[in-house]
């Protein structure tokens, strides 16, 4: 009898550790492979493990390559954000300053403190943009979260100063400078600003450059700023190639 229960107790062993190894070589190869197939998995798990990973990295509220043809033109007002289907179905609006459209890039004319922006239905959001052209002397622009629209209250995180980054809570063309840092500026450069309650956040390139905490008082005037957008202060060489929202993610 005990040796009857020692074989079975081995054999139980053996199965456990063949199931551990095939375990560990299926979630290996979700995390390593692009294949449309890996053995009997099909595109559709690895789709389902990718949608796992991204949900990770926040919700997608709305985004924009600025590829889209429009009836619009080359003008940003009123123009659709890129394949609605997947970027909502919220239009652009040119409060400072005169934006435009070329070869898939954005810019605005030279005006203080220009801005646009989109609906994307929440003051807290993740707001990523590729920045064209900053790693020049003078170059001031970046991305803005919870815009209020018309009356013209958000918060920016900018490129201020070569090399330099600020988080900035404008007024209309009152500029709060909420925090100041020096970063790697490049000829393209990726500036994600967060804001989760009172926690504002700029990363450059993936990396945490400056953090702010919003007051009460500026958290109230921000209680409608649910919108997206570019900012610049500057000219026109300064673009951009995409911006894309999400829910707040660090």
Request: with cysteine; hydrophobic share 45%; net charge positive.
């Amino acid at each position: 009898m005990m040796r009857r229960l020692g074989v079975r107790n081995l054999a139980r062993g053996v199965r456990a550790a063949v199931v551990v190894a095939v375990s560990t070589v299926l979630v290996a190869a979700l995390h390593g492979s692009s294949a449309a197939t890996l053995g009997a998995l099909s595109s559709q798990a690895l789709r389902a493990q990718d949608q796992a990973v991204a949900a990770l990295a926040g919700t997608r509220l709305a985004c924009d390559d600025f590829s889209l043809a429009a009836a619009t033109g080359a003008a940003m007002a009123s123009r659709p954000v890129q394949l609605p289907a997947n970027c909502g179905t919220g239009t652009w609006t040119s409060h400072t300053g005169t934006w435009s459209i070329t070869t898939g890039q954005a810019g605005s004319t030279s005006v203080a403190n220009a801005n646009a922006s989109f609906p994307v239905r929440s003051t807290d959001m993740s707001a990523e943009v590729t920045l064209l052209n900053a790693n020049v002397a003078g170059r001031v622009g970046g991305v803005a979260v919870s815009h209020t629209g018309t009356t013209r209250i958000y918060v920016a995180g900018v490129v201020s100063a070569l090399n330099q980054v600020q988080l900035r809570f404008i007024n209309v063309n009152s500029v709060t400078t909420l925090a100041t840092a020096t970063a790697t500026i490049g000829a393209s450069t990726v500036l994600r600003l967060t804001r989760q309650g009172t926690a504002i956040t700029l990363r450059v390139d993936g990396v945490v450059a400056a953090t702010a905490v919003l007051t009460a008082a500026q958290v109230t005037s921000l209680a409608l700023g649910t919108r997206a957008g570019l900012y610049t202060n500057t000219s026109a060489t300064l673009r951009f190639s995409r911006i894309y929202v999400t829910t707040p993610f660090p």
